[in-house]
């Protein structure tokens, strides 16, 4: 059901927009923790080893004991509010959008809405217009996920309020830029390559039945996550960078801190002072993130959709 397809089962914008809420919230909760250790790697200026003194993170089995160690088990949740609130409006928001030009492209074009090309783009153009809506809240929850005990932040309300006045409005917008530049290619591959997978998996797996349609889902969902975010992962940690400037308090117990004045400087200083590898700190959780998010997106979205259009089919 990701994409138009006259001959496929067809469900209402707004029931498209309850199976993308309903999906984004469901992964949220599950890939939660995973996105704190992520974040916290990305933030980190010391390089990712245990042979470095400085490094208060050195790899996840380690980050995640030292999580539970010093903040408890809820800290894996930190920011989980307004990451919900992401999650939800990005999910419907992004799903509506995708279906739309899709259907778009099947009615004005002579091309094939399941095209490879055209799910690339309409992917891209749909996480762009939900990235823009949902900027601040991404903001809010990297605020949230990157700070450590005394807390700056109580609750979102006094994170709203305090970044208001101490920072003002444009503040919700950092990191912006790289991340419009990074989500149009990331999502264009998602859903591309999960179309393509999908494909694929019938071809060498033909079979019938509800399971065997929800287990392809979710291979080919996470397949598709993985190659998307190795892909474009350095904007991802541009992104985070940029989005905790002017939070550097907050910061120092986690070791060095850096002011960056935009995007490119921003990559200079970590090629500069981090090496080329710093471009991809924190890839593996991200990695283990992204297949378990985007295979349990596209998997929810999916078993949501079957599940509202067989609620209509028999009310009807």
Same mark, same amino acid.
């Given at each position: 059901m990701v994409g138009y397809d006259p001959e496929a089962k067809s469900i209402s914008a707004v029931e498209v927009a309850l199976a993308g809420s309903a999906s984004g919230l469901v992964t949220r909760a599950l890939i939660s923790p995973l996105d704190v250790i992520k974040i916290r790697f990305q933030l980190q200026i010391e390089q990712l080893s245990s042979r470095n003194p400085l490094a208060k993170y050195h790899g996840i089995l380690q980050t995640t004991h030292l999580i539970l160690q010093e903040e408890g088990v809820t800290a894996f949740w930190k920011g989980h509010v307004p990451a919900q609130l992401l999650s939800v409006s990005f999910g419907a928001v992004q799903f509506v959008t995708f279906e739309c030009l899709t259907e778009l492209v099947h009615n004005a074009t002579t091309y094939n809405a399941r095209n490879f090309v055209v799910h690339f783009v309409c992917g891209g153009l749909a996480a762009c217009t939900a990235t823009m809506a949902v900027q601040p809240l991404d903001t809010l929850r990297t605020r949230f996920a990157a700070q450590g005990e005394p807390k700056v932040y109580q609750n979102l309300r006094h994170a709203v309020v305090t970044m208001y006045q101490t920072e003002g409005p444009l503040t919700f917008y950092r990191g912006l830029t790289p991340t419009l530049i990074a989500v149009f290619p990331y999502a264009g591959l998602q859903f591309s390559f999960y179309s393509l997978l999908q494909q694929l998996y019938e071809w060498v797996m033909p079979s019938e039945g509800k399971n065997a349609g929800n287990v392809k889902n979710l291979v080919c969902g996470s397949c598709a996550g993985v190659i998307s975010k190795t892909l474009t992962y350095p904007f991802d940690l541009f /992104? /985070?960078? #940029?989005? =905790? !400037? !002017? %939070?550097?308090? &907050?910061? &120092?117990? %986690? !070791?060095? =801190?850096?002011?960056? /004045? !935009? #995007?490119?400087d921003c990559a200079g200083q970590i090629v500069r002072e981090e090496g080329p590898v710093g471009l991809f700190k924190g890839l593996s959780p991200s990695l283990l993130k992204a297949a378990f998010s985007t295979g349990f997106t596209f998997f929810w979205y999916e078993f949501f959709c079957n599940l509202l259009y067989t609620m209509k089919t028999q009310k009807g």
């Open positions: /992104k /985070k960078r #940029l989005q =905790v !400037g !002017g %939070f550097e308090k &907050a910061r &120092a117990p %986690f !070791g060095k =801190v850096r002011t960056y /004045k !935009g #995007l490119m």
